[in-house]
């Protein structure tokens, strides 16, 4: 009995650590980004899909890095957040495999 509840001990362990997938870097340009305010838009706006771990937007030369987890969103639909708040975005490099 002792063994079975270590098994079922090491089960629900496995069942409760998640599956990481890989973190992707990525740079989209964006440039509708003119003044200094816009970063935080695009900032809320790209942060706000589940999945991303951090956004950098930089106004000065119109760019955001963004770093996200691709198990759970992806470059298109991070994009797809900005442009819906008004700011497209395109996707230039992809640093994830470098």
Sequence with gaps: MKLHTS????IGFMAATPVFAAEHTVTFSVPGMTCASCPFIVEAAMGGVDGVVTVTADADTRT????FDDAI????GIA????????E?????DDSNS
């Design 7 to 10: 098994v079922l001990a090491l």
């Design 64 to 67: 955001a890095l963004v770093v």
């Design 73 to 76: 969103t992806s470059a298109d």
């Design 80 to 87: 797809f957040a900005s442009t819906s708040a008004g700011y």
């Design 89 to 93: 975005a395109e996707l230039v490099s």
